[in-house]
């Protein structure tokens, strides 16, 4: 059984910086994808961005140039680098991982921006 733990949220100035980090335990394979996805309160879940088993990345375009998805294989962890935080950034923070046994989810964290 695959567990995803968050950790790294809480609050932050706008302009400010948080790194959250999502620790896998388990057998996750050499090839998944992980996936960070935030929800803001009273509205959708949504995507962030995603990074594949060889290191390659995508991200939403509401927060393309200021995060950053990077892993440590090694380790099985995710990281998300917030850079530049706005109000609009304010949710909680969910990580994801879907591998060729199934897809699984983290409890969440949550990140606030507001001065």
């Known amino acids: 059984q695959v567990q995803l733990v968050e950790s790294g949220g809480g609050l932050v100035q706008p302009g400010g910086s948080l790194r959250l980090a999502c620790a896998a335990s388990g057998s996750i394979g050499s090839l998944n994808v992980m996936n960070w996805y935030r929800q803001a309160a009273g509205k959708q879940r949504e995507r962030v961005g995603m990074i594949g088993s060889g290191g390659t990345t995508s991200y939403a375009d509401s927060v393309k140039g200021r995060f950053t998805i990077s892993r440590d294989n090694a380790k099985k962890t995710v990281y998300l680098q917030m850079n530049n935080l706005k109000p609009e950034d304010t949710a909680v923070y969910y990580c994801?991982?879907?591998?060729?046994?199934?897809?699984?989810w983290g409890q969440g964290t949550q990140v606030t921006v507001s001065s």
């Open positions: 994801n991982i879907i591998t060729g046994g199934g897809q699984y």
